[in-house]
């Protein structure tokens, strides 16, 4: 078993007409062992940007500790708020520093940027960035997901439609996967 299997996850973010959704599952397991239920996976860095991290545990909450420092850093610099395509270049490059003894995560980043255009992009655990227009997935149930976001979206979706697609992409997908599930969390903004 890898790694990134140990705790187990589901992630996924999709876009729609100016919105985007993120959605992960709850469960924290040791392998096949439950833990708990309500483990958080997506994390909000400000109103239009958040991060979804799939992966070891430990290194979860160690990565987006050293992420929020960064990004309070950038706004005290700055004095504004990070652009989500400047926020997964910092992951990337964080990510990067470290590729001899990596943080085992899988980033997935969703944000909104200028005039409200919807940005996802998702990452392996040295930061090589796969961008997308319709939909990104990580963890250990992101084969299934692949398939039920294949099957589901559809381009330019409102927000209602969005959250429903989500939802239902992440139900199918967990059921096929015994290291994820317990139900799940869907951000939408």
Known sequence: MSIF????????????????????????GVQLQTVATDFQRVFKIHEKLYIGLAGLATDVQ????????????????????????????????????????????????????????????????????????DFVVAGTASESLYGACESMYKPDMEPDELFETVSQALQASVDRDCLSGWGGHVFLV
């Open 62 to 133: 160690t990565l987006y500790q050293r992420l929020v420092f960064r990004h309070k850093l950038y706004q005290l610099q700055e004095e504004r708020d990070m652009k989500p395509e400047t926020f997964a270049s910092l992951v990337s490059h964080i990510l990067y520093e470290k590729r001899f003894g990596p943080y085992f995560c899988q980033p997935v980043i969703a944000g909104l940027g200028d005039d409200d255009k919807p940005f996802i992009c998702t990452m392996d655990s040295i930061g090589a960035k796969e961008l997308a227009k």
């Open 5 to 28: 299997e140990y705790n187990g996850s589901a992630l996924v973010a999709m876009v729609g007409k100016n919105c985007f959704a993120v959605a992960s599952d709850r469960r924290l």
